[in-house]
C-alpha cells in the first residue's frame, strides 16, 4: 500500500460518521457503478472524497456541475459547472474564474482507480442544495485550468447526482 494511500485511510477514519453530508453513488456511461463520492460541509468550504472505478489511467478533471441529472449517457443533463457570475470563467489557474464548480484534477493508477481528498473554499453545501441540486462530473482528460469553457476536459465518463 503507497503511503499517501495509508494516510488518506488513516483521515478517512478520523472523520466522525457524522461528518459526512452525502455520500454520491457515481456511475459510467453504460449505467454501471463507477463508485462513489463523499461530500462533507466544512465551516469555510467544501471536503470531497473521490473513490472512482474504471476510469483509464492517467489524470481527469472532476467538477461540480448545475443540475442533479445524470440521466442520460453522455451526462450533458447535468448542465455546465457550477459559477457565482454571468459569463462564466472556468479555470483554477485563470485570473478571472467564476466557477465555483472547479477542482483540482485526479489521478487514476494502472488498475482504473481514483481515490483522493480534495478540499475547495470556492464552494460549500448550502448553495448545491437549490431546486435542482447538483452533480459530480468525472471527464475522460485532465482539466488545463484555463482553456474556456471545461477546461479541455473531454467527455464525461462520470457522474453522481445529489439534492
Not at 484555463?146 to 473531454?154: H, K, N, R
Request: net charge negative; charged share 15%; hydrophobic share 50%.
Amino acid at each position: 500500500m503507497r503511503f499517501s494511500h495509508m494516510l488518506a485511510l488513516i483521515a478517512a477514519a478520523a472523520l466522525p460518521a457524522a461528518a459526512v453530508a452525502h455520500v454520491v453513488p457515481l456511475k459510467n456511461n453504460a449505467g454501471a457503478s463507477a463508485g462513489s463520492v463523499d461530500l462533507i460541509a466544512a465551516p469555510k468550504g467544501l471536503l470531497i472524497k473521490v473513490d472512482a472505478t474504471g476510469l483509464t489511467p492517467g489524470w481527469h478533471a472532476i467538477h461540480i456541475h448545475e443540475k442533479a441529472d445524470c440521466s442520460d449517457a453522455a451526462f450533458k443533463m447535468a448542465g455546465a459547472h457550477t459559477h457565482s457570475a454571468t459569463p462564466a470563467a472556468h479555470g483554477l489557474l485563470n485570473p478571472a474564474a467564476n466557477d465555483t464548480g472547479d477542482l483540482p484534477n485526479i489521478y487514476a493508477g494502472a488498475d482504473g482507480t481514483a481515490k483522493a481528498e480534495l478540499f475547495t473554499t470556492l464552494t460549500m453545501m448550502a448553495p448545491l442544495h437549490d431546486a435542482d441540486g447538483s452533480a459530480i462530473v468525472i471527464h475522460a482528460k485532465a482539466d488545463d485550468y484555463t482553456t474556456q469553457p471545461i477546461g479541455g476536459a473531454g467527455d464525461r465518463v462520470a457522474c453522481g447526482a445529489f439534492k
